[in-house]
């Protein structure tokens, strides 16, 4: 059986040289706005040590974490994913927002896991929300865990209750 392996994702330099960050931005791997907004608050997104079909980065402030994933989050990538997230968790903040809107999949281990790091969150004072793609919500929705997970249909708006908390 062969084993393939891929590396880590490198840190990006912050700021990003003008050539770099205008070459991600045309390849549409970096979202202008984002770009900006995280530039001008000094937000710099760590990525995530998941697996090959699963991948994420993480961003730190005050009384937040904020993860975005992308990818799949099936039997396969579950054990990485809820054992990198709630690592997270126990660092803290415990105010936690899951980005799934750019995930492609998730079953019914990645559901488990989602409720798992919502408990883990609740029992250690804080929130966690998901933001969701139309698959992820319908996904969501089968099982009847929308207000439990407290799914959310952006990350503006769970950062604006993540700021409230």
């Known amino acids: 059986m062969v084993q393939i392996s891929t590396p880590p994702a490198p840190l990006l330099p912050h700021p990003l040289p003008k050539d770099c960050r205008q070459h991600l931005i045309k390849e549409f791997i970096l979202d202008p706005q984002l ?3 995280h530039h001008k608050e000094g937000i710099i997104a760590e990525p995530l040590n998941l697996t090959v079909s699963l991948r994420g980065t993480r961003e730190v402030q005050d009384n937040y ?6 990818g799949l989050l099936d039997a396969f990538s579950e054990p990485t994913f809820r054992k990198v997230i709630s690592k997270c968790i126990e660092e803290g903040p415990i105010h936690i927002i899951l980005d799934l809107s750019q995930i ?3 079953d019914s281990s990645g559901l488990g896991a989602l409720v798992q790091l ?5 029992s250690a004072g804080g929130t966690s929300q998901i933001v ?3 698959r992820v919500t ?3 929705k089968l099982v009847r865990l929308e207000q439990f997970l407290s799914l959310r249909p952006s990350v503006d ?6 700021k409230k908390s």
């Open 104 to 106: 492609d999949f998730v």
């Open 138 to 140: 319908q996904t969501v």
């Open 65 to 70: 974490q904020l993860f975005r994933l992308t």
């Open 118 to 122: 919502a408990k883990q969150a609740q």
């Open 157 to 162: 708006i769970a950062l604006e209750n993540a």
């Open 35 to 37: 770009y900006s907004r």
């Open 132 to 134: 969701t793609n139309a």
